[in-house]
């Protein structure tokens, strides 16, 4: 056996070498690997085998050929039709014929020499080397089974000193319990969770309000008030970078917290996830935020195919949007961005016709967005409740905003860049009118 798959190599690589036009792995296939798909097919990321080298990629050689045929990977899901994305994951029809015709001649290795040098990746980071690297405090046990209710994890006062920013990535300590992670910058003096304990594993009690609410789809929620999320680790998502001249800023003393979803999946297993941070080399000139438009009051009923959801904020100052990464549950269908200008001109940045809950993306524009003062976005949600749906836990149920993954959110996540000087509670959302509600009471004689 061993000889004769000697012998078939020695013929492929005779052939490549008679045949100047033949398509070989060294040649044409690996420079693309490199630039399109190494940074998750590699040990260590997400994506389940390696095609950092020859002997890595060829088992897979039919399997990569179904793949870009038809589209499945790599993984992208905008309308082409709205939007320009500087992180466009779709291969240009060159490259698919490059890796087409590689499979179909023989996915032939080629000659060595023609091999551009391996890429130097950071094993653990798609970041690069971070400057600190912080961890879970303590480890967590995922039991075998049932449902784990977010879990939070303090790191308090990370920082002496003001900190910006310029990377930063989250990484799961085990892919195959954790759901997401989202790390969340409290400053001093905040009281979000104020209850909870360092060094322990701690669940907030439940809220009285469980969401239960007719549909609302008036002005929602935008920032956090006096906390700040400074990454998110989503199946599919990428690490939090921001542009020249940009950073994000945690403050002196401010405590950073894991916010945990795990979910069971048959075997105990234990988890101690940790976030890689890269410090700015230069102070910027802006500052970047992350938030997210989001809907609670929304009921989706039992077997709706298409049930729309949406919710809209208006930005109170000028600012810079950066991306858009939309956020649904297993139900989620499709999602859309869209703004109203001040003129009344209206514009859709992102349409994505069949959202994905493994591949959860941000979209990246490929030309930051002035929003003028006074412009409204919406976020349009639609969900598939029905048994057509595969992923559907029960399409019998009546669904509504949670946490878990058999319930649902509209959340339309959002990057922004903003003045340095600028207090980001001033950006968006429902405006507080204090000079309207002075006139009441004057005119009440109060």
């Known amino acids: 056996m061993r000889t004769l798959l000697a012998a078939l190599l020695t013929a492929g690589s005779l052939f ?15 420079p693309l690997l490199q630039k399109r798909c190494q940074s998750c097919h590699r040990a260590g990321e997400a994506a389940p085998f390696s095609m950092l080298t020859y002997k890595d990629a060829r088992p897979w050689a039919k399997a990569m050929k179904e793949a870009v045929l038809t589209k499945k990977m790599p993984p992208w899901f905008a309308d082409p039709a709205y939007g320009h994305f500087s992180n466009d994951r779709r291969l240009a029809p060159e490259e698919v014929n490059t890796l087409v015709s590689w499979v179909d001649q023989g996915a032939l290795e080629g000659e060595p020499k023609d091999a551009p040098p391996p890429l130097d990746f950071t094993d653990g980071w798609t970041i690069g080397k971070p400057d600190v690297v912080l961890e879970m405090p303590v480890e967590y046990v995922v039991p075998a089974k049932g449902t784990i209710e977010y879990t939070y994890f303090l790191l308090p006062k990370v920082f002496s000193e003001d ?19 989202v790390m969340v910058a409290r400053p001093p003096g905040s009281k979000w969770l104020e209850d909870m304990k360092p060094g322990v594993a701690w669940v907030p009690p439940k809220d009285k309000d469980d969401g239960k609410r007719e549909a609302d789809t008036g002005e929602g ?21 921001t542009g020249p001249g940009q950073a994000r800023l945690m403050k002196a003393g401010s405590d950073l917290i894991f916010q945990m979803h795990y979910t069971a999946n048959g075997k105990q297993t234990a988890d101690r996830s940790r976030v890689g941070i890269v410090f700015a080399k230069e102070a910027p000139r802006e500052r970047v935020v992350n938030t997210f438009i989001k809907n609670t009051r929304f009921r989706i009923p039992p077997g709706a195919s298409d049930q729309v959801v949406d919710a809209r904020v208006t930005v109170h100052q000028d600012a810079t949007l950066l991306n858009l990464f939309p956020h649904m549950h297993l139900r989620g269908k499709a999602f859309e961005y869209q703004v109203k200008y001040p003129t009344g001109e209206t514009e859709t940045l992102l349409r994505v016709p069949r959202y994905d809950f493994n591949w959860q993306l941000t979209y990246e524009l490929e030309k930051p967005l002035n ?15 029905s048994p057509n749906n595969p992923y559907n836990p029960d399409p019998k149920s009546e669904v509504y905003w949670g946490d878990q993954s058999w319930d649902e959110m509209l959340a339309g996540f959002v990057d922004f860049a903003i003045p340095l000087n600028m207090d980001p509670n001033e950006l ?16 009440s004689g109060q």
């Open 16 to 30: 490549a070498a008679s045949n100047p036009s033949a398509v070989t792995f060294n040649k044409q296939v690996l």
């Open 163 to 181: 900190k910006w920013i310029e990377k930063i990535e989250v990484r799961p300590g085990a892919r195959s319990v954790v759901h997401h992670v």
């Open 221 to 241: 929620a935008f920032l956090l008030g006096d906390i700040e999320m400074v990454s998110v680790y989503v199946p599919g998502g990428l690490a939090y970078q």
């Open 371 to 385: 929003l003028p003062k006074g412009t409204v976005i919406t976020a349009v949600a639609h969900y598939d409740n």
């Open 428 to 443: 968006a959302g429902p405006k507080k009118d204090k000079d309207k509600g002075k006139e009441q009471q004057k005119a």
